[in-house]
T-cell receptor, first 115, second 113 residues
Framework: GAVVSQHPSRVICKSGTSVKIECRSLDFQATTMFWYRQFPKQSLMLMATSNEGSKATYEQGVEKDKFLINHASLTLSTLTVTSAHPEDSSFYIC???????????FGPGTRLTVL | AQSVTQPDIHITVSEGASLELRCNYSYGATPYLFWYVQSPGQGLQLLLKYFSGDTLVQGIKGFEAEFKRSQSSFNLRKPSVHWSDAAEYFCAVGRDSWGKLQFGAGTQVVVTP
């Protein structure tokens, strides 16, 4: 099946710094990528949808200036958490949907801890 | 408003016993329904999906789910669980066939010997 990777798998940063998370589709071209946030023992909450070459669409309540999403190629989307604060600590998951495969494939997630 | 409810946060089941995970949804139109499994260190994996047609859906790993429109439910079942089925299970509703997904809170399944 199609594989989606995320890097890094874990990151710890200081409050006020920015962190970039990469999401790659390894063996297919992803026209659409989704970013989710998952709090401990809770569900995945959709943050934004990104289509290659266009601006991301953010869900209500998600700060677009804090969570910058770039989908510059058909295999890579990045999420940058700007000026991170402890409340941004969470598990961030991406998923990708391809040109030839309608199914949405999920990455393994990135654990962000902001000190 | 669209919502997905998984009433059971945690279920413990003996290996070899049957398993049923509940999912109820609230959605105005005909829903697209999914079940995913999440294991530590791995991405969510699609177990099965329902778009239309036969209301009993067969999935991978021996799982099946039944769509019941009258009860707004899409419960997941497995006749005989294996220790490897221990994981977090999520029900999800899609706004279209493969677009934005709304997830339930998840059910943690523990399998005992």
């Amino acid at each position: 099946g199609a594989v989606v990777s995320q890097h890094p798998s874990r990151v710890i940063c200081k409050s006020g710094t920015s962190v970039k998370i990469e999401c790659r589709s390894l063996d297919f071209q992803a026209t659409t990528m989704f970013w989710y946030r998952q709090f401990p023992k809770q569900s995945l909450m959709l943050m934004a949808t990104s289509n290659e070459g266009s601006k991301a669409t953010y869900e209500q309540g998600v700060e677009k200036d804090k969570f910058l999403i770039n989908h510059a190629s058909l295999t890579l989307s990045t999420l940058t958490v700007t000026s991170a604060h402890p409340e941004d600590s969470s598990f961030y998951i991406c998923s990708a949907r391809g040109l030839t495969t309608d199914e949405q494939f999920f990455g393994p997630g990135t654990r962000l801890t902001v000190l | 408003a669209q919502s997905v409810t998984q009433p059971d946060i945690h279920i413990t089941v003996s290996e070899g016993a049957s398993l049923e995970l509940r999912c109820n949804y609230s959605y105005g139109a005909t829903p697209y329904l999914f079940w995913y499994v999440q294991s530590p260190g791995q991405g969510l994996q699609l177990l099965l999906k329902y778009f239309s047609g036969d209301t009993l859906v067969q999935g991978i790993k021996g799982f099946e789910a039944e769509f019941k429109r009258s009860q707004s439910s899409f419960n997941l079942r497995k006749p005989s669980v294996h220790w490897s089925d221990a994981a977090e299970y999520f029900c999800a509703v899609g706004r279209d066939s493969w677009g934005k997904l709304q997830f339930g809170a998840g059910t943690q399944v523990v399998v005992t010997p």
